[in-house]
Protein backbone atom coordinates (compact mmCIF):
# COMPACT_ATOMS: atom_id res chain seq x y z
CA UNK A 1 0.00 0.00 0.00
CA UNK A 2 1.23 3.22 -1.40
CA UNK A 3 0.66 6.50 1.05
CA UNK A 4 -0.11 9.64 -1.20
CA UNK A 5 2.95 12.53 -1.04
CA UNK A 6 0.12 15.09 0.32
CA UNK A 7 -0.68 12.64 3.56
CA UNK A 8 3.04 12.68 4.11
CA UNK A 9 3.71 16.42 4.17
CA UNK A 10 0.98 17.02 5.82
CA UNK A 11 1.83 14.85 8.28
CA UNK A 12 5.62 16.62 8.50
CA UNK A 13 3.72 19.97 8.44
CA UNK A 14 1.54 18.72 11.83
CA UNK A 15 4.40 17.48 13.48
CA UNK A 16 7.02 20.78 12.98
CA UNK A 17 3.53 23.03 13.84
CA UNK A 18 3.84 20.64 17.28
CA UNK A 19 7.69 20.75 18.17
CA UNK A 20 7.36 24.24 17.66
CA UNK A 21 4.82 24.57 19.95
CA UNK A 22 6.12 22.42 22.77
CA UNK A 23 9.59 24.87 22.68
CA UNK A 24 7.55 27.73 23.15
CA UNK A 25 5.25 26.47 25.79
CA UNK A 26 9.29 25.63 27.94
CA UNK A 27 11.02 29.00 27.54
CA UNK A 28 11.76 31.04 30.61
CA UNK A 29 11.25 35.23 30.25
CA UNK A 30 14.56 36.34 31.52
CA UNK A 31 13.69 39.64 31.56
CA UNK A 32 12.22 39.25 34.68
CA UNK A 33 15.26 37.82 36.51
CA UNK A 34 17.72 40.26 34.61
CA UNK A 35 20.70 41.30 36.77
CA UNK A 36 22.44 44.72 36.24
CA UNK A 37 25.46 45.78 37.44
CA UNK A 38 26.46 48.96 39.49
CA UNK A 39 29.90 50.38 41.38
CA UNK A 40 29.39 52.92 43.74
CA UNK A 41 32.13 55.68 45.25
CA UNK A 42 31.50 57.60 47.99
CA UNK A 43 33.24 59.91 50.60
CA UNK A 44 33.11 62.27 53.55
CA UNK A 45 33.01 62.82 57.19
CA UNK A 46 33.07 60.62 60.23
CA UNK A 47 31.46 62.83 63.04
CA UNK A 48 32.10 62.46 66.60
CA UNK A 49 32.50 63.61 70.16
CA UNK A 50 35.77 66.00 70.34
CA UNK A 51 36.82 63.68 73.02
CA UNK A 52 36.16 60.68 70.90
CA UNK A 53 38.66 62.35 68.40
CA UNK A 54 36.47 64.77 66.64
CA UNK A 55 35.60 64.53 62.85
CA UNK A 56 37.69 62.78 60.64
CA UNK A 57 36.83 61.42 57.27
CA UNK A 58 36.27 58.12 54.90
CA UNK A 59 35.97 56.95 51.30
CA UNK A 60 34.31 53.76 50.57
CA UNK A 61 34.06 51.93 47.09
CA UNK A 62 31.23 48.80 46.57
CA UNK A 63 30.71 46.38 43.56
CA UNK A 64 27.54 44.89 43.22
CA UNK A 65 24.14 43.65 41.00
CA UNK A 66 21.01 45.25 40.98
CA UNK A 67 17.27 43.11 40.60
CA UNK A 68 14.37 45.58 40.37
CA UNK A 69 14.64 47.33 43.93
CA UNK A 70 17.10 44.93 45.77
CA UNK A 71 20.84 45.69 45.63
CA UNK A 72 23.59 43.15 46.77
CA UNK A 73 27.56 44.11 46.76
CA UNK A 74 30.58 43.70 48.44
CA UNK A 75 32.98 46.68 48.94
CA UNK A 76 35.39 48.29 51.08
CA UNK A 77 36.35 51.52 53.23
CA UNK A 78 39.15 53.69 54.42
CA UNK A 79 38.17 55.19 57.73
CA UNK A 80 40.32 57.49 59.54
CA UNK A 81 39.70 57.65 63.87
CA UNK A 82 42.49 60.01 65.09
CA UNK A 83 45.24 57.86 66.05
CA UNK A 84 43.70 54.85 63.75
CA UNK A 85 43.72 53.63 60.07
CA UNK A 86 40.92 51.27 59.67
CA UNK A 87 40.20 49.02 56.42
CA UNK A 88 36.58 47.51 56.61
CA UNK A 89 35.83 44.25 53.92
CA UNK A 90 32.15 44.28 53.60
CA UNK A 91 29.13 42.55 52.58
CA UNK A 92 26.44 45.15 51.61
CA UNK A 93 22.53 45.30 50.83
CA UNK A 94 20.31 47.94 49.74
CA UNK A 95 16.49 48.25 48.87
CA UNK A 96 15.19 51.04 46.54
CA UNK A 97 12.09 53.42 48.50
CA UNK A 98 10.90 54.34 45.71
CA UNK A 99 9.63 53.38 42.37
CA UNK A 100 11.25 55.80 39.95
CA UNK A 101 13.37 54.67 37.46
CA UNK A 102 15.91 58.20 37.49
CA UNK A 103 16.11 59.32 41.38
CA UNK A 104 14.99 58.15 44.76
CA UNK A 105 15.62 56.82 48.52
CA UNK A 106 17.04 53.71 49.37
CA UNK A 107 18.19 52.31 52.27
CA UNK A 108 21.61 50.48 52.94
CA UNK A 109 23.20 47.80 55.55
CA UNK A 110 26.87 46.84 55.39
CA UNK A 111 29.10 44.85 57.94
CA UNK A 112 31.84 42.62 57.98
CA UNK A 113 35.56 42.41 58.99
CA UNK A 114 38.40 45.15 59.25
CA UNK A 115 41.87 45.34 58.88
CA UNK A 116 43.35 47.28 61.90
CA UNK A 117 46.37 49.63 61.50
CA UNK A 118 47.93 52.26 64.67
CA UNK A 119 49.15 55.30 63.69
CA UNK A 120 52.58 56.08 65.66
CA UNK A 121 52.32 59.25 66.91
CA UNK A 122 52.81 60.87 70.70
CA UNK A 123 52.63 56.79 72.13
CA UNK A 124 56.75 56.78 71.87
CA UNK A 125 56.92 54.41 74.16
CA UNK A 126 53.69 51.93 73.83
CA UNK A 127 53.37 49.22 71.90
CA UNK A 128 50.43 48.15 70.17
CA UNK A 129 49.58 44.65 68.61
CA UNK A 130 46.32 44.67 66.38
CA UNK A 131 43.99 42.07 66.16
CA UNK A 132 41.47 43.47 63.79
CA UNK A 133 37.79 44.14 64.42
CA UNK A 134 34.22 44.41 62.98
CA UNK A 135 32.14 46.98 61.11
CA UNK A 136 28.54 47.79 61.03
CA UNK A 137 26.71 50.59 59.19
CA UNK A 138 23.19 51.26 58.47
CA UNK A 139 22.08 54.42 55.91
CA UNK A 140 19.58 55.89 54.10
CA UNK A 141 20.58 57.73 51.02
CA UNK A 142 19.44 59.70 47.89
CA UNK A 143 20.44 58.54 44.48
CA UNK A 144 20.17 60.74 41.22
CA UNK A 145 20.04 59.14 38.01
CA UNK A 146 21.12 60.46 34.97
CA UNK A 147 21.94 57.84 31.24
CA UNK A 148 24.95 55.82 32.59
CA UNK A 149 25.69 57.74 36.00
CA UNK A 150 24.30 57.99 39.29
CA UNK A 151 24.71 60.89 42.17
CA UNK A 152 24.60 59.95 45.55
CA UNK A 153 23.79 61.64 49.01
CA UNK A 154 24.64 58.75 51.85
CA UNK A 155 24.17 59.69 55.98
CA UNK A 156 23.97 57.13 58.45
CA UNK A 157 25.66 55.74 61.40
CA UNK A 158 28.93 53.75 61.56
CA UNK A 159 29.87 51.56 64.94
CA UNK A 160 33.40 49.86 64.30
CA UNK A 161 34.63 47.55 67.03
CA UNK A 162 38.05 46.98 67.18
CA UNK A 163 40.67 44.77 69.58
CA UNK A 164 43.92 45.09 70.34
CA UNK A 165 46.39 44.37 73.19
CA UNK A 166 48.84 47.71 74.89
CA UNK A 167 52.16 46.98 76.01
CA UNK A 168 55.00 49.54 77.09
CA UNK A 169 57.92 49.16 74.77
CA UNK A 170 60.46 46.95 76.37
CA UNK A 171 63.99 44.44 76.45
CA UNK A 172 64.53 41.37 77.88
CA UNK A 173 67.13 42.45 79.56
CA UNK A 174 64.99 44.75 82.04
CA UNK A 175 62.94 41.59 82.99
CA UNK A 176 59.45 40.55 82.38
CA UNK A 177 57.30 43.02 80.71
CA UNK A 178 55.54 44.90 83.73
CA UNK A 179 52.05 45.11 81.73
CA UNK A 180 49.77 44.08 79.16
CA UNK A 181 46.38 44.90 78.26
CA UNK A 182 43.65 43.34 76.06
CA UNK A 183 41.59 46.01 74.77
CA UNK A 184 37.83 46.27 72.82
CA UNK A 185 36.92 49.33 71.62
CA UNK A 186 33.81 50.85 70.65
CA UNK A 187 33.74 53.79 67.87
CA UNK A 188 30.60 55.30 66.81
CA UNK A 189 30.41 58.04 64.29
CA UNK A 190 28.06 59.66 62.18
CA UNK A 191 28.89 59.26 58.54
CA UNK A 192 28.16 62.02 55.80
CA UNK A 193 29.03 61.02 51.68
CA UNK A 194 28.90 62.08 48.73
CA UNK A 195 29.38 60.03 45.64
CA UNK A 196 28.86 58.45 42.08
CA UNK A 197 28.79 56.12 40.57
CA UNK A 198 27.58 53.52 37.38
CA UNK A 199 24.76 51.78 36.67
Not at 162 to 169: A, F, G, L, N, Q
Request: proline share 5%.
Amino acid sequence: MTIPRSVICLALVILATTARAQGDSVRIDTSRFALTYFNQFTAGGLLGKRENGGHTVSASMIHGVRWKWLSMAAGLSLDSYHEWNIVPVYGSIGLDLGRSPNSGFFVQFSAGPSIVRHIDREFAFVVFKEEGGRMTYPSLGYRIRSEKWSMYVIAGYKFQRIRYTESPEWSPEWGPVPYKFNVVRDMERICIQLGFGLH
